[in-house]
């Protein structure tokens, strides 16, 4: 089943009370892997090979590739709050290659897996909370995106890490409004997770 599938039956509607705000919910794709460049801690020469947002403002999904970097910035710059998964880790770590700024720090960001792995402890994947939460999987995963960049299948990243994007926004949109999210522990138990997440503590002031 696909995401839009599970959740035009759910008419999962729901946005954030503070609807005037601009919110802008994105992923990332790189060209290099982390074997590639000498580690995880030097991400940002991994190259970006498409980049993902939903735009509150318009209700939008925007592809960008590399040519388009400088847009994604001014965009993510825009936003009254950015929203993604691991995003402070590894998505503004690969965006350092093409800006001095330090995102991490100048942008109002909400981070899903950090707020995360502050209620439990330890890190939980997107997959994870995703089919667990909404009963929809991921379609592809990192590795493959790397083989299909050096295959030269743009499109298809750009397909992934869009599915990505929606996936990581439904699952934003979810969790602020039943106030829980749901994953699977090591056993595939599902649990439920309560979460109380106060968007007014992150939005750009």
Not at 8 to 30: C, G, H, M, N, Y
Request: a neutral charge; charged letters at 30%; hydrophobic letters at 40%.
């Amino acid at each position: 089943m696909t995401l839009s599938q599970k959740t035009d039956q759910q008419e999962f509607d729901f946005e954030p009370k503070a609807s005037e705000k601009r919110i802008v919910v994105f992923d990332l794709e790189t060209q290099l892997g982390a074997d590639e460049v000498g580690g995880w801690n030097n991400a940002h020469l991994m190259r970006i090979a498409v980049g993902v947002a939903h735009d509150s403002a318009d209700g939008e999904y925007k592809v960008f590739f590399e040519d388009r970097v400088g847009e994604l910035l001014a965009l993510l710059r825009e936003a009254d709050l950015v929203v993604g998964f691991n995003s402070r880790r590894f998505d503004y770590s690969v965006l350092r290659g093409y800006t001095d700024s330090f995102l991490a720090e100048s942008l109002p960001t909400f981070d899903i897996l950090e707020e995360i792995q502050k209620a439990l402890g330890f890190r939980v994947g997107l997959g994870n909370l995703a089919k667990n939460t909404l009963g929809v999987g991921k379609s592809a995963d990192g590795l493959q995106s790397l083989k299909w960049f050096r295959e030269g299948k743009l499109d298809l990243i750009a397909r992934y890490c869009e599915q990505d994007v929606k996936v990581t926004r439904e699952l934003f949109l979810f969790g602020l409004e039943k106030k829980y999210v749901v994953y699977g522990d090591k056993n595939g138990k599902k649990k439920n997770l309560r979460v109380n997440w106060d968007l007014n503590k992150f939005f750009k002031k």
